[in-house]
């Protein structure tokens, strides 16, 4: 498998080229974006690994052309800071598969990243590169669900992903009603400091309320938390009809944290059959546990369908131990949604 090293420094260049070697990938390396987009155009690699600060051409402009002229799975490099994570939100939203931060220091030490960095470009060697267009050129015309409920219940709706995820959670949460009866809880697999921005971006283009999670702050409808980077979001029933959120610093549960599995068990446990649970893409077995306790409530669990996910692993894992009701195409998710809510609330 060849993978494109891009980077300025020389420095990470080599790096990153003898962590992939050493892992038996076939490593070419570019300077800049705009050697970076020849290359791809000429060398046809199968992974792409990009940094975004970059002179002649950038990271994001070179990322937007690889996906126009020659669309191929792309890793970002990105740094810690809050406008590296702006950077890294609005790389995934043009195309990139996933991202790698860079630990800090004047010389990053990559060798102490090295499984994640391995890991990752293996996931995107892997990854369904036509799902990935078909979420970020957005060739269906979405619009916004309207349903047709009472409110006599209280539900909720738990949405659960990995690698690929924030270009699905753009073809569902935006098309979410503001008037939608319920909360809505999103574990999207990231590090701290990445959240805030999804949260913010999502928000701007979208009729609900979405933010960053907080701790102990009281759930309401129509408001769509997510769990913050780093920490596990769970649900606490207080007293009839509020229910509080706890953001909680724990162990790792499926090797991730936040975990999809956590949210769902303590949905289950609040909320019991009265939710609507969506597995997306991403890599592994996170949230099949969960899944499996809100299905046998009586709870609604949807998987995204392999032709619309970039990474089928954890919508494979749902299906493959009986977890999942409904497999729908990432587009159709917001309608199924609805139409749970409609059936539920009007019973």
């Known amino acids: 498998m060849r993978v494109l090293v891009v980077d300025d420094s020389a420095l990470i260049r080599m790096a990153l080229s003898e962590i992939l070697s050493k892992a038996g990938f076939e490593v070419v390396s570019a300077k800049n974006g705009k050697e970076a987009v020849e290359k791809v155009l000429t060398l046809n690699p199968n992974v792409v690994t990009l940094d975004i600060n970059m002179p002649v051409m950038d990271g994001l402009t070179a990322l937007k052309l690889i996906m126009e002229k020659k669309p191929t799975p792309v890793v970002m490099l990105s740094s810690l800071t809050r406008e590296g994570a702006k950077e890294t939100i609005d790389a995934l939203k043009l195309g990139a598969v996933d991202f790698i931060t860079k630990p800090s220091g004047v010389v990053p030490d990559l060798e102490s990243i090295r499984e994640e960095i391995v890991s990752k470009v293996k996931t995107a060697a892997d990854s369904n590169i036509n799902a990935l267009r078909l979420q970020n050129l957005k060739k269906i015309n979405l619009g916004v669900v309207k349903g047709n409920w009472k ?44 959240t805030k921005q999804l949260a913010d971006r999502l928000a701007s283009i979208s009729e609900v309320e979405v933010k960053e999670a907080e701790d102990n702050e009281r759930v309401k409808e129509g408001i769509v938390y997510i769990a913050p980077g780093g920490y596990h979001m769970k649900l606490k029933k207080i007293a009839e009809n509020i229910v509080r959120i706890k953001i909680v610093d724990e162990k790792p549960v499926n090797a991730v944290k936040p975990s999809v599995d956590v949210t769902a068990e303590s949905i289950a446990e609040v909320y019991r059959g009265n939710c609507v649970a969506a597995i997306l893409t991403g890599m592994g077995c996170d949230g099949a546990k969960g899944f499996k306790k809100i299905r046998e409530l009586g709870g609604l669990t949807i998987a995204s369908s392999e032709d619309t996910c970039v990474v089928f692993g954890m919508p494979r894992a749902a299906i493959e131990i009986g977890a999942i009701v409904s497999v729908k195409p990432v587009f159709e998710i917001a309608e199924e949604i609805v139409r749970f809510l409609e059936v539920k609330l009007n019973e």
């Open 151 to 194: 409110k006599n219940k209280n539900v909720c709706i738990l949405i659960g992903s990995s690698t690929g995820g924030p270009s699905a959670l753009e073809m569902i949460i935006p098309r979410l009603p503001e008037d939608i009866p319920a909360p809505v809880f999103v574990v999207q697999h990231m590090p701290v400091g990445f």
